[in-house]
């Protein structure tokens, strides 16, 4: 209970596995957004997902009944986008394989989003200045090729987040990590990644919103990603048991998609570390258990 004895003016809250699972509302979510609003507590939707626009994310909490609006959306595509804005002072082409989340993101940070495909001309392949990947599920080989070049030329990319593999009812399906993978396979060039768990993602958020890092909570449920960005970014964070199950030893997501823990450590764009490295401040079942009314 330890959250409860000091103020905080944000909160970085993952959504599936922390708001939702899938497409049901995890019970008590939209109640727990609100004491945080009561508590004068930003909440901030802070996801890995780059395929959705925020106003996207919004239809989709809203529709869970989780109150909120586009500002408080904060995705690793515009995390993307920034660190590109940042890199080239805006106002030039920037490659990108991705959905609408991405693509928005490029427009919004004043970028020109130039969609790759398979047959995208080639003067307007060498027009970009930057390239990103974010996860697009009708991706084709040849567009990936195409993307490759650009990459070759550039001698960089931008990686929406590194997500290997991503949870369904029967398994897994590749995540944007395994098109990154092919990327970097293909060019030798490593991608700059921006999602969780890269500490960078949190001081966008930081930044954006205009909080003080020890005025931020990180809540989510996922040790590699959720716990590994607040850790390492050195903010306080809460664990809830939610989503991504773990074993007693704090094994990481490889149970939730099958995988042996071997093999989930090797899917890890970090370096090798035990998922226990990423200790969260405190572990709670779910977010219907924080900052109960009574305690304000
Ligand atoms: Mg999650």
């Known amino acids: 209970m330890g959250y ?18 899938g497409d049901r509302v995890i019970a008590g979510a939209a109640a727990f957004v609100e004491r945080l609003r009561v508590r004068g507590i930003q909440p901030v939707f802070f996801t890995n ?25 904060c ?10 804005r940042a890199s080239t002072g805006g106002s030039v082409p920037v490659a990108y394989i991705g ?6 993101a490029i427009l919004e940070a004043g970028l020109e989003p130039l969609e790759v495909r398979a047959g995208t001309p080639r003067p307007a392949l060498e027009s970009a200045k930057a390239a990103a990947i974010g996860l697009d599920t009708r991706v084709t080989y040849g567009d990936l090729a195409a993307f490759c070049r650009v990459v070759s030329r550039l001698g ?18 590749p995540g944007n990590g395994a098109l990154g993978a092919f990327v970097e396979t293909a060019t030798g060039v490593a991608p700059v990644v921006t999602g969780k768990p ?3 993602f949190v001081a966008y958020a930081l930044q ?30 809460i ?7 773990y074993a007693a030893d704090g094994e990481p997501q490889a149970r939730a998609v099958g995988m042996s823990p071997d093999e989930a450590a090797a899917c890890s764009r970090e370096p090798q570390q035990p998922a226990g490295q990423w200790a969260p401040d405190e572990v709670y079942g779910s977010v219907d258990e924080l900052f109960p009314d009574g305690d304000a």
């Open 49 to 73: 997902n780059a395929t959705r626009t925020p106003a996207q994310v919004v239809d989709k909490l809203m529709s869970m009944g989780i109150r909120c609006t586009p500002d408080e959306v």
């Open 239 to 245: 664990q809830v048991l939610s989503g991504v199950r």
């Open 156 to 173: 960089q990319f931008v990686l929406t987040n590194g997500d290997v593999r991503l949870p369904v009812e029967d398994g897994f399906v």
């Open 198 to 200: 890269e500490p960078r």
């Open 4 to 21: 409860l004895n000091r103020s905080w003016e944000l909160a970085l809250i993952d959504l599936d596995g922390t708001l939702y699972r």
């Open 208 to 237: 954006r919103y205009g909080a003080r890092p020890e005025r931020t909570l990180v809540i989510g449920d996922n040790l590699l990603t959720d716990v590994a960005a607040g850790v390492r970014a050195g903010l306080y964070t």
């Open 99 to 104: 959905m609408d989340g991405l693509r928005e």
């Open 75 to 84: 995705t690793s595509a515009q995390a993307a986008a920034a660190v590109i």
